[in-house]
């Protein structure tokens, strides 16, 4: 944790720049039980990140600047991962000692649609290291912005009845390869926001109305839909332009 913490750091105070809110709702967590739910946008910088702002937090910092809170990492802090990511190269190998927790998707493989039967000893393993420390996990299971939520997350969230802390990250995709470990464009403010805990009836609600919450919460939900903006509007322009003069349209 400590190596990646110094390989990493520069990415969030240096080359680009990462404005957190809500550092101090972490040092009021238990050291177990918790949950994190997040949007996605690189594999491995979104993760990254959140544990340099978990280490600052809980070293009393109220951002990530200097080095002082990688000396004293919490180490029983865990992320859900695609076993086919953490196995595609040398980096993703090495970052899974970290705390990876990788699993096995039953709806995608190698970029295809698939349909698997759930494997059990993944959901095992998730409930162990919620027993045992804090986890983040990202319930779209994919990069692709308001994919929805999906529904084995809210089964968990039952079944270990954890405290739910959702988290909304920007400016990841802007800086970062779709991996996360090449840095794509300097300048760019990413930010981080951790909200207070889900409110939630372990009891009686029912798994579409946690992921429906969870899907606001970490404002991803199909209501929460934005006309594009003028960039991607000029982005689509130009690739539709570039496909005309290339004689596609023929």
């Known amino acids: 944790m400590f190596i990646f913490g110094l390989i990493s750091k520069r990415r969030y105070k240096g080359f680009n720049e990462l404005k957190i809110d809500g550092m101090e709702i972490l040092r009021y ?3 177990n039980q ?6 996605h946008q690189t594999y491995f910088a ?8 978990f280490f600052a937090a809980l070293n009393g910092q109220n951002d990530i600047k200097g ?3 990688l000396f004293h990492p919490k180490t029983n802090v865990y992320y859900v991962a695609a076993k086919e990511t953490m196995t595609s190269g040398i980096l993703p190998r090495i970052f899974m000692y970290v705390g990876a ?3 096995m998707r039953t709806w995608r493989s190698k970029g295809k649609d698939v349909k698997r039967p759930v494997n059990f000893n993944d959901i095992t393993n998730i409930s162990k290291a919620i027993e045992d420390g804090w986890v983040i996990t990202f319930p779209q299971g994919t990069t692709t912005p308001f994919k929805p939520i999906r529904r084995g997350t809210a089964h968990i969230i039952k079944k270990n009845k954890p405290i739910v802390i959702p988290i909304v990250i920007d400016g990841f995709r802007r800086s ?3 991996k996360g470990l090449q840095i794509k464009k300097r300048g760019i403010t990413q930010r981080l926001t951790i909200k207070p805990p889900l409110i939630i009836d372990y009891e009686n609600d029912t798994v579409d109305e946690i992921v429906d919450n969870i899907a606001y919460a970490i404002e991803q939900h199909q209501d929460l839909v934005k006309v594009p903006s ?3 509007i000029k982005q689509d322009g130009e690739k539709k332009k570039g496909s005309f003069w290339s004689g596609k349209n023929y």
């Open 29 to 31: 967590l238990p050291d």
């Open 230 to 232: 003028l960039e991607s």
């Open 46 to 53: 979104d993760a990254a990140a959140m544990y340099h702002v």
């Open 101 to 103: 927790i990788p699993i």
């Open 34 to 39: 918790v949950l994190f739910v997040s949007n």
């Open 67 to 69: 080095y002082k809170y």
């Open 176 to 178: 970062f390869d779709k």
